[in-house]
């Protein structure tokens, strides 16, 4: 997201991690419009996610979790999906808005948890994946949390201090084309204010020059014969 026509800055955990991953392809894209190539998304993934949901949503209504998950994590899922169907749209999602520069953070929330005795909420998201996880493929999603528990945060709501990344990994296919998912839970620590800083530098990165070329970054090895350095 860019400048809207009211002429705030619209940010979200997606381009915040491509300002992580890379400075100059986010200077490119949210100021000059120059986007990454990128070829047809599949829809595997977002009808999965979708599956999920209206499977996780059918224990809410009851105030229980899915067996796969039980005794995995704290709390329960949050009961208004009111609420959290809102909080699932890109169009009525979660935002923070900076004060200082009127800048907004907005994104989708798959789940919220939360501790019914402390009522401190924990941001709950799915992934799925087509092989096992290496030791190092949560952190990439730790950005996305944190952003989440900044926005939540900001919206009222007390965060735990960590949330959960749910991933469903594909282990066989039985007869009638039936999949068997492995679910792997992983706790994540989340920092809002760590989100929050990303946010500020994002934006003031935004205001400046064009930045140099990332080292390994291979879309600027690739768009060097276009954009100049």
């Not at 491509?18 to 829809?43: A, D, N, T, Y």
């Not at 949901?53 to 067996?67: A, M, T």
């Not at 935002?95 to 924990?122: C, F, H, R, W």
């Amino acid at each position: 997201m860019t400048k809207a026509k009211d002429g705030i800055i619209k940010l979200s955990p997606s381009t915040l991690n491509l300002f992580l991953e890379c400075k100059k392809c986010f200077w490119l894209q949210l100021v000059q419009g120059i986007h990454r190539p990128r070829g047809v998304f599949p829809s595997l993934p977002g009808g999965m996610d979708n599956l999920i949901k209206k499977y996780f949503d059918k224990y809410r209504v009851e105030g229980k979790l899915p067996p796969e998950i039980e005794g995995k994590v704290e709390g329960l899922l949050m009961a208004d999906l009111d609420l959290l169907n809102k909080w699932r749209s890109w169009r009525t999602g979660l935002v923070y808005k900076d004060i200082e520069s009127g800048s907004i953070l907005s994104g989708a929330l798959d789940d919220l948890m939360v501790n019914p005795k402390t009522q401190l909420y924990m941001p709950f998201d799915y992934k799925t994946r087509g092989y096992d996880l290496k030791e190092d493929s949560s952190s990439y999603y730790q950005n996305q949390l944190n952003c989440y528990s900044l926005m939540l945060q900001e919206n009222g709501l007390k965060q735990a201090g960590f949330g959960y990344l749910c991933y469903y990994i594909p282990k066989d296919v039985a007869e009638g084309g039936q999949v068997r998912f492995e679910v792997i839970i992983k706790k994540m620590d989340l920092n809002p204010e760590v989100a929050r800083q990303v946010f500020k530098d994002a934006l003031a990165l935004m205001q400046g020059p064009m930045p140099q070329a990332h080292s390994s970054c291979v879309y600027c090895v690739w768009g060097k014969d276009f954009v100049a350095n």
